[in-house]
């Protein structure tokens, strides 16, 4: 028998002790505070003439050595009877646990599906076990997520590093490759390397927004985004994209890392995904006990079916809008980790003239709401 079986039969038997002692400790109290006293009372039986006053005799009911007897043969024969009902009573509480055991041992990484479904009656065993399959569905969420990530990763890192070897064999292959071919190999095998190790970079950054925050600092994301766009309005002047702001002060708090990567992936996402003579609006507000961060865009028309989509990894936009293939399609990914590891809201639309509008909303002040 194995130690969950006798740790199993081990509860029910205690549990059945208990419940049998209750029994049977109920079952003397009434013999001795119930029962003894009566046997002491005698009964009492009139005589002489009707009118006659106060004449009784007395004779005796059931005498104490006749209950006494009774009463232990009783409790001889509630001792099988209490345990066989304590053993009853005690199945019956323990049947949600034992499903439970059953269910849980037959769980695994490759079988997140099954669930208790406990049912009725409501109690605290059928609750640990609702609460149990909540936990099993978001385990299987998060394997699922964790499979499909680790494959989209390595197909994207795949790609550069085969190409970087066919450029290595090609050039080497050449026997009347020159000094010029050599370099210029050298030049594109350097920007196939500078692309791998800004994935990794990408990929590190969405690992540490989703691990979660450990900093929570105050901070005005009208600052960060000053910041952010100052270092961008090259790039969007290049691309012939006007870059507008509407800032107020807006007072959170939060790792000032993280939320420096989420303006910066939502600011580079609305360049990168616009046309020439398109633009790029940035607002922040407080409102409430909220404040706001909006980045809206110029841009494609986006089906609002797609828009869900693009916040998972490694899910872009159309894969060519102008004979390029810019970004990883981990910008929104990063942006919606870290939203989530701050405990705000993210809210995205697509514009009817194309592009989008998305919507960061923290807690104001010097403290998370941390739920």
Sequence with gaps: MTPQKLARRSLQTRLALAYAAGIYTAAVLVLVFVAVPLA??????????????AITETGPG??????LTGSAVALVILIPVALALGWYVAGRFLHPLRAITATAQLISAGNLHRRLDLGEPTDELTELGHTLDDLFARLQASFDAQRHFVANASHEL????AGLRTLLEVALADPDADTDTLRSACQEALALGGYQERLVQAL?????????????????????VEGVLASRRDQATQKGIDLAEHLTPAVTAGDPRLIESLVANLIDNAIRHNHADGHVKV??????????????????????????RLFHPFQKQAPDRHGSRDGYGLGLAIVNAVTQAHHATLTTSARPEGGLSITVRFAHGSHPNSP
Excluded: C, F, K, M
């Design 158 to 161: 795949r790609t550069p590093l």
């Design 40 to 53: 002491s009372i005698q009964a009492a039986t009139p005589i002489g003439h009707p009118s006659s006053s």
């Design 204 to 224: 590190l950054t969405l690992a540490t927004s989703e691990r979660g925050v450990t900093r929570w600092d105050t901070l005005d994301l009208a600052h960060v």
């Design 62 to 67: 059931i005498s104490l050595p006749q209950l």
């Design 283 to 308: 607002t922040t507000q407080t409102s409430g006990t909220q404040v706001a961060l909006t980045v809206t865009n110029s841009g494609p028309v986006i089906p609002d079916n797609q828009i869900q």
